[in-house]
């Protein structure tokens, strides 16, 4: 072959190789943007910009954000009036500069609220009133100060039992049911255009998706802005039904309001008996036969669970006209909160991307689903 045409031949085959993997070029949210929001959650060391490896899978993978922790509000507002915004700043930031669209998490919930926010400087419940004020303070506040930065707000997060029944929270001790309505319509005024949503876990529960389905039809009935609702997804092995968790994808779309995969994980690990849902308040006592794989999944194992995540987006993929947004609780395996609940320093499995950032085959069999 003369010297010409082999140098020919060669930068055909260099052309050739650097064009044609364009599947593994390919991040989730270049299959997945064109149908729905893709996101993860992020800490605060990751929204400071001081982790370059998940950076890096950020902007190759998601087109969106939650703040994990940054914006609850006993990180807000610390003490009655005194408002902490430097990591929730650094938050936004962080967003804007990588194109993510940014999700508010979250403007009311039980649990990690500040203690002042229930009960006066006695230590006694305070009034109906009080707590009204205390509420609609902070959230104008904190929507006000990001207004027009924030895609969406998930207003009231986990308000409702499994069985369907009102969550007995301070929220809802003092103020009834109401609190939901003082809340979205706080939210609202303070900034007209965000997306507005109600946030909970273990959605595939029947007395859950009626109540939660009454709640958004309440909620429009007195004229109050409800866009989506927000199906935290803390999934397992096996839980949930995939047949009830199908059902409420439709239940929740024929309500009229948006249908969001939110907090979406995979706990691998076997637990502890009396378990169940995402109650933050739950933890047990760390034993090997809850946390078998600290040296790594074995193979049959990571087969199988690179199968159920399957099983999950092959729905998501089915009611891909449904669902609006994806959202990972997490990026990396390192930092899932599974390593901590509901059993503290197990070493569990439960995202898209391993301890070192690199991802897992079933990202590109995702991919490959939605494409």
């Not at 203690?115 to 009034?127: I, K, M």
């Not at 169940?276 to 194992?301: M, R, W």
């Not at 087969?303 to 993929?317: A, G």
Request: with cysteine; glycine share 6%; charged share 25%.
């Amino acid at each position: 072959m003369e010297k010409r045409n082999f140098r020919k031949l060669v930068c055909l085959l260099a052309l050739s190789l650097s064009v044609s993997p364009t599947l593994a070029q390919d991040g989730l949210k270049d299959a997945l943007g064109k149908h729905c929001l893709i996101g993860t959650s992020l800490n605060q060391w990751q929204s400071d910009a001081q982790d370059a490896a998940a950076t890096a899978v950020v902007r190759r993978h998601f087109n969106c954000a939650t703040a994990e922790n940054c914006m609850k509000m006993e990180v807000l507002q610390p003490a009655e009036g005194l408002f902490d915004f430097r990591v929730a700043d650094k938050f936004v930031k962080y967003c804007q500069q990588n194109g993510l669209k940014i999700i508010g998490h979250n403007l009311c919930w039980h649990s990690q609220a500040p203690e002042w926010l229930f009960t006066d400087s006695w230590g006694r419940p305070v009034s109906k009133e009080v707590l009204k004020s205390r509420l609609e303070k902070h959230i104008a506040t904190v929507v006000g100060r990001y207004k027009g930065q924030i895609h969406g707000w998930d207003v009231v997060n986990e308000a409702i039992e499994d069985d369907g029944s009102w969550r007995q929270s301070p929220l809802y001790k003092i103020l009834g049911e109401e609190f939901i309505e003082i809340c979205f319509r706080a939210a609202h005024e303070a900034d007209p255009d965000v997306e507005l949503y109600y946030n909970d876990y273990s959605m595939s529960k029947p007395g859950k998706r009626d109540a939660v389905c009454r709640l958004v039809r309440n909620l429009k009935a007195k004229g109050l802005r409800i866009d989506g609702v927000g199906m935290q997804s803390h999934n397992g092995m096996d839980y949930p039904d995939l047949t009830e968790y199908e059902k409420s994808i439709d239940a929740f779309a024929t309500c009229g309001v948006k249908v969001m995969i939110t907090e979406l994980d995979l706990n691998v690990l076997p637990n502890p008996e009396g378990f169940g849902g995402a109650d933050i308040n739950q933890s047990f006592e760390l034993q090997q036969k809850y946390n078998p794989y600290t040296a790594g999944l074995p193979k049959d194992v990571a087969k199988k669970v690179e199968e159920r995540w399957m099983q999950f987006f092959r729905l998501y993929s089915k009611h891909r006209s449904q669902i609006s947004r994806i959202t990972l609780w997490g990026i990396s395996d390192a930092n899932s909160w599974l390593n901590d609940f509901p059993v503290p320093g197990r070493t569990n499995y439960g995202l898209l991307f391993d301890r070192s950032y690199a991802e897992k085959p079933v990202v590109k069999n995702i991919i490959n689903l939605y494409k």
